[in-house]
């Protein structure tokens, strides 16, 4: 089984702050990576995709990939209370952009007003 | 964009009953779906993969012939849960994969068996 670490949280910042959200994978031969938010009852919805190592930027986002270490991170930016929700990180398995995705537990992060 | 249509939404169904729960993509063709099961507080624990026009796939543990599932289009994929019981209470969700575009999932399925 391929293991996707989530640091464990919950995560609490104020309105305004920066959130960083960490993900470590096992297996070295992952290359494609997503961050996915999951609302309380409803499905996951794609934040970011990352495949190439270095940083990724969308908006208040950026996805960082460092290989090497086998490290996947998410920044939000000016956070807020919108974005409180439960984020997966998830790595497709065996390099193939069609495979299986691999979850991590979730981090969840509550942004407060 | 790509979307991947589940139903139903939530379902309540007595013990020993089957539900059947269907994702239709309905801009594009689903060669692939992959069928999750999260449990509260958990993450998405990949079920089976089902794949048109042949057997599905079923994870490690997972009893296929308790969750039936058929892929016999390219825009349906079906899971049967047979025999529910309210350990088999949880949210069900389909996903399809789209290559560089990522994955796209449905909406869920709630499923609580009474």
């Known amino acids: 089984q391929k293991e996707v670490e989530q640091n464990s949280g919950p995560l609490s910042v104020p309105e305004g702050a920066i959130a960083s959200l960490n993900c470590t994978y096992s297996?070295?031969?992952?290359?494609?990576f997503f961050w996915y938010r999951q609302y309380s009852g409803k499905s996951p919805e794609l934040i970011m995709s990352?495949?190439?190592?270095g940083d990724k930027e969308d908006g208040r986002f950026t996805a960082q990939l460092n290989k090497a270490s086998q490290y996947v991170s998410l920044l939000i930016r000016d956070s807020q209370p919108s974005d409180s929700a439960t984020y997966l990180c998830a790595v497709n398995g065996r390099g193939s952009t069609l495979g299986r995705l691999y979850f991590g537990r979730g981090t969840q992060l509550t942004v407060w007003p | 964009g790509a979307v991947v249509s589940q139903h139903p939404s939530w379902v309540i169904c007595k013990s020993g009953t089957s539900v059947k729960i269907e994702c239709r993509s309905l801009?594009?063709?689903?060669?692939?779906m992959f069928w999750y099961r999260q449990f509260p507080k958990q993450s998405l624990m990949l079920m089976a993969t089902s794949n048109e026009g042949s057997k599905a796939t079923y994870e490690q543990g997972v009893e296929k012939d308790k969750f039936l599932i058929n892929h016999a289009s390219l825009t349906l994929s079906t899971l049967t849960v047979t025999s529910a019981h309210p350990e088999d209470s949880s949210f069900y969700i389909c996903?399809?994969?789209?290559?560089?575009?990522?994955?796209?999932f449905g909406s869920g399925t709630r499923l609580t068996v009474v």
């Open positions: 297996d070295r031969v992952s290359q494609s």
């Open positions: 801009d594009f063709q689903a060669t692939t």
């Open positions: 996903s399809a994969p789209r290559g560089r575009r990522g994955y796209t």
């Open positions: 990352i495949y190439s190592n």
